[in-house]
């Protein structure tokens, strides 16, 4: 996977999330692609998008299941966090 896709997924599957933060950080995306020319201009869609209260969102984009969201979410996902995100959390 490329790290395009990497920063991309996340975004997307936030893009139907009622968040604020989340709706901000989307529309910051939506203008950084056009500033800078992405080919990505259209918006891929999400399907069984899913509300985790307190903890984040998922859905599916294409065929990969997405989870943005804390490490509680992480969690219940049995998604294993790596030292260099855990020495992150721990830091900040």
């Given at each position: 996977?490329?790290?395009?896709?990497?920063?991309?997924?996340?975004?997307i599957?936030?893009?139907?999330?009622?968040?604020?933060?989340a709706?901000?950080?989307?529309?910051?995306?939506?203008?950084?692609?056009?500033?800078?020319?992405?080919?990505r201009?259209?918006v891929?869609?999400?399907?069984?998008?899913?509300?985790?209260?307190?903890?984040?969102?998922?859905?599916k984009?294409?065929?990969?299941?997405?989870?943005?969201?804390?490490?509680?979410?992480?969690?219940?996902?049995?998604?294993?966090?790596?030292y260099?995100?855990?020495?992150?959390?721990s830091?900040?």
């Amino acid at each position: 996977m490329m790290k395009e896709e990497v920063d991309f997924y996340p975004l997307i599957t936030q893009a139907n999330s009622e968040h604020p933060l989340a709706k901000a950080v989307v529309e910051h995306a939506k203008w950084l692609w056009q500033k800078h020319g992405s080919s990505r201009e259209q918006v891929t869609e999400v399907r069984d998008f899913e509300v985790h209260p307190g903890t984040g969102v998922s859905g599916k984009v294409g065929d990969r299941r997405v989870l943005v969201g804390n490490k509680r979410l992480m969690n219940a996902f049995n998604v294993s966090v790596g030292y260099e995100v855990e020495s992150y959390i721990s830091e900040n």
